[in-house]
């Protein structure tokens, strides 16, 4: 057998090499906010496994309610039967829609196999066939997702042709539109609908259209909230072309912005929502949650999955749901936000950092810091007029691959932290539960790590 010493070198030589890592060494232990190495180093985990552990590793309600259900029932197959944590998690659930009309359920194992369910129902639902989603979205690998996803060419290069009837419009992200740095939200808002009319009138008409999909808060691609006026504008558009709304909250979901859903600050109504990541805090699970009046239609057998809606993933999603309740998840995240928020627009604002930190952005605890590029200097930063911008300098050289040498240093120093897309920007995905204490730590070693590049 491999010699434990040798495990790492074994993994590294016949794990694939399509799989990128940011950390060396073999992962043993998780516990709460910190991991933990074969090689003695341990990490303060401000990636939460990209989103996932909100609750912390191995919190010891949901790994209990797990194992409890290990003892007990592992697997039914859903089409097979029913199994009670099946049910028990649609209990749960049912009064933190973001609507009340979202009550019919369908769990899948991951985000991607979701948004593909959720693409399948539209065009049950509709009759129609074509997609719209946003440049810069991320919705998954597998085929039809992948299509769907539109933050890095890296994901699909290679690989085409991908699911057909896909088409695209800006995301109100000044970079999706080519605008400077400092254009308002309403004007990106306004200018992205504006495409998505041109769309409809020209490239996808709305008797072919079943769906638009959007994140509400802009994930890989670069951490940015929607403003609450395009969510409102996408409705109004899908309402008067019957067109449905997927909203993926996959990254966004189960209090991650502060509120259990992101979507609740526009008030806008989902036709069909898309769940997984924090729903099951490491257990694999993802769900499409729609509305019985739809999805009644539906010829029984059309949907399934040998492992869909897994009987202990289920059973640790009832806990997680039950412990985030408990443990009053929402004023944690709340409070750590704000502490969060105001570490980083105290770096922003330091004179000596001051012309290298674009922007702080966010909702709750999925917060992204975007650093200036030496192409934003020459290009749209000279644009910049805003009060939000207007002490920025010019004339400063910016440092290439800002973000990326600023999650190194991270690492370096302790933290586990990712950047996104293709865009210089850093994400901050704390725990929900992160202590006052762990936010503190982190916003240190990030200070730190900013200060040591731009040097
Ligand atoms: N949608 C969004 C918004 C995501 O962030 C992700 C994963 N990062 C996915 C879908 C795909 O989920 P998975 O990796 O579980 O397939």
Request: proline share 6%; aromatic share 8%; glycine share 8%.
């Amino acid at each position: 057998s491999v010699a434990p010493e040798d495990l790492y070198s074994f993994g590294v030589k016949h794990v694939t090499k399509g799989l990128g890592r940011i950390t060396e060494g073999i992962m043993t232990k998780g516990e709460g906010s910190y991991v933990y190495y074969d090689n003695g180093k341990q990490y303060l985990d401000f990636t939460c496994g990209i989103g996932v552990t909100g609750l912390g590793h191995a919190h010891p309600k949901v790994s209990k309610a797990a194992a409890d259900q290990c003892m007990n029932l592992v697997h039914s197959q859903c089409s097979i039967a029913l199994h009670e944590p099946y049910v028990r998690l649609i209990e749960r659930l049912l009064p933190i829609m973001p609507h009340p009309s979202l009550d019919s359920f369908f769990f899948w194992n991951s985000g991607s196999e979701a948004v593909e369910a959720a693409v399948k129902m539209a065009r049950q639902f509709t009759g129609k066939q074509n997609i719209i989603s946003m440049q810069g979205a991320y919705h998954g690998r597998t085929f039809g997702a992948m299509a769907l996803t539109k933050s890095k060419t890296i994901y699909s290069a290679g690989v085409h042709p991908l699911m057909p009837g896909v088409f695209s419009i800006p995301y109100p992200y000044w970079h999706q539109s080519n605008m400077p740095p400092s254009t308002s939200s309403s004007v990106l808002s306004a200018n992205a609908l504006y495409q998505l009319e041109l769309l409809l009138s020209q490239q996808t008409a709305p008797a072919d259209t079943a769906a638009i999909i959007v994140e509400p808060v802009l994930g890989e691609g670069g951490y940015v909230p929607a403003p609450p006026e395009f969510l409102q504008g996408l409705r109004d558009i899908c309402d008067k072309n019957n067109i449905l709304l997927i909203i993926d909250e996959v990254q966004s979901g189960f209090a991650r912005t502060g509120s259990w859903f992101a979507v609740e600050e526009s008030g806008v109504k989902p036709d069909i929502l898309v769940i997984a990541k924090g729903l099951g805090n490491g257990f694999p699970i993802s769900g499409v949650v729609s509305r019985t009046e739809l999805t009644d239609t539906l010829k029984p057998g059309s949907m399934g999955g040998t492992y869909a809606g897994n009987a202990v993933s289920c059973a640790a999603a009832v806990a997680v749901n039950d412990v985030m309740r408990e443990e009053n998840i929402l004023e944690n995240v709340q409070a750590r936000s704000n502490e969060l928020f105001s570490a980083l627009n105290h770096l922003k604002y330091d004179p000596s950092l001051n012309p290298h930190i674009l922007d702080v952005r966010g909702r709750g605890l999925m917060v992204g810091v975007e650093f200036a590029s030496p192409s934003i200097s020459s290009h749209s930063h000279a644009h910049a007029t805003s009060s939000k911008n207007s002490n920025h300098n010019n004339d400063v050289k910016h440092p290439a691959n800002m973000a990326s040498r600023v999650a190194k240093k991270c690492i370096e120093k302790g933290m586990l932290i990712l950047t996104t897309s293709v865009y210089e920007v850093i994400r901050f995905i704390p725990p929900l539960n992160v202590s006052k204490e762990d936010m503190k730590k982190g916003c240190a070693i990030f200070a730190e790590s900013v200060r040591e590049v731009v040097k």
